[in-house]
Each structure stands twice: as C-alpha cells, then as structure tokens.
T-cell receptor, first 113, second 114 residues
Framework: DAGITQSPRYKITETGRQVTLMCHQT?????MFWYRQDLGHGLRLIYYSAAADITDKGEVPDGYVVSRSKTENFPLTLESATRSQTSVYFC????????????FGPGTRLTVL | KNQVEQSPQSLIILEGKNCTLQ??????????LRWYKQDTGRGPVSLTIMTFSENTKSNGRYTATLDADTKQSSLHITASQLSDSASYIC?????????????FGSGTQLTVLP
C-alpha cells in the first residue's frame, strides 16, 4: 500500500530550466493538491484538481503548470525555474474537497541556483 | 482575507510535561478545523478534526478544543514524549467547501527535550 508518493525527493536545478515534480496516489482520491512550504509562510496552495482533466489555481500559481490526465497522477511543472521557487513542495490527495482530510506525500526539496 | 494565526511560533519543553498550542482564525463561516502534525522531513498528518458544533476532541494524549464564538482553538499535549517533537499546523476549512479557501497556519514548532 504505497499511498501517495513524490519524486524526486531532492532536486537541484539552474535558473531557466524546466523541472517536473511527480506525484502519484494509489487511493483513487478525486482531489489532488500541490503546496509549497517556505519558512514563515506555512503551506501555500499552488494548484489543485477535483478530478482528471479538471484543475484550478490556488493562492500562488504563477510560474507553475499542472496537468491531470489520470486520476492517480498530478505532475507539477516549473516551466522556467527561478530562485524564488526554491522551496519544499508537497503533494496531497483527499476523497473530496476542503472538508476532508488531506493525505500528504513526503515532499520534494527543490533548490534553484 | 481569511487568516489563521498560531502561537507560539516555537516551544521547548521537557519530556513528561504538558503544553498547549493556540490557533486563532478569521475564517467565517467555517466547516471544520483540523490539527496536523508534521515531523521533520515529512508531510503533515492529521491529528484531529472538529466541526463548528464540537467543543472538544481527543486523540490519545492530544486534546483539541474549539470556541467558535471567539474563533479560537487549542491543542493540548499531555505527558509529552520525545516523538512529539514536530511542527503542529492548524487548518480551517471554509463552509463553502472551496479547496482554494482552505487556510493554513504557519505552525508551532515543538521541541521536547529529555
């Protein structure tokens, strides 16, 4: 029972490069979320998805792109990475929307040089 | 703008002692309030959930309280253990159910010393 996994766990890249962070869940949860966590800001929602092919912006979507062609996968792409995108990124899933418990992945620590 | 403020930002206690973490929120109306525990290097895990009509909810040594009138919640940890060292995050869900309006606090970093 893998639950929710993220890859890679650590990534170092350079400014201007494209980076894709992967998220996979085995529960068939409808909702999936991407957050970034920075010191002093807590968790901030980047994008979320209510179902396959349905995505919506969160609080801080600029510079990020998401897709969800399959229920179990929700990749996050930084099209042209910037130093301000250095952060820890968490993927989460839940049965439904804001009412339900979210199950978080282990996180990806991204450093943009 | 909806806000969730947690205090203190950090707390150091000795093993075996009790402690209380605070969460004040402005989200209104709200559906439920959760406390998550986040161990270093890991994702948050839900500890308790309280709806607007509940006052107290326990989960082992963790007891959450909610005062919807004053928009305050607290998480009380009894007989702390070294494994309680973590960040504790308060999250408020809006009545609308909108995922975009979920509001997270910045967390309280708890360190339990032997």
């Amino acid at each position: 029972d893998a639950g929710i996994t993220q890859s890679p766990r650590y990534k170092i890249t350079e400014t201007g490069r494209q980076v894709t962070l992967m998220c996979h869940q085995t529960w068939s949860h409808s909702y999936m979320f991407w957050y970034r966590q920075d010191l002093g800001h807590g968790l901030r929602l980047i994008y979320y998805s209510a179902a396959a092919d349905i995505t919506d912006k969160g609080e801080v979507p600029d510079g990020y792109v998401v897709s969800r062609s399959k229920t179990e996968n929700f990749p996050l792409t930084l099209e042209s990475a910037t130093r301000s995108q250095t952060s820890v990124y968490f993927c989460a899933s839940s049965l439904a929307g804001a009412y339900n418990e979210q199950f978080f992945g282990p996180g990806t620590r991204l450093t943009v040089l | 703008k909806n806000q969730v403020e947690q205090s203190p930002q950090s707390l150091i206690i000795l093993e075996g002692k009790n402690c209380t973490l605070q969460c004040n929120y402005t989200v209104s109306p709200f559906s439920n309030l959760r406390w998550y525990k986040q161990d270093t290097g890991r994702g948050p895990v839900s500890l308790t959930i309280m709806t607007f009509s509940e006052n107290t909810k326990s989960n082992g040594r963790y007891t959450a309280t909610l005062d919807a009138d004053t928009k305050q919640s607290s998480l009380h940890i009894t007989a702390s253990q070294l494994s309680d060292s973590a960040s504790y995050i308060c999250v408020v869900s809006p009545f609308s159910g909108s995922a975009r309006q979920l509001t997270f606090g910045s967390g309280t970093q708890l360190t339990v010393l032997p």
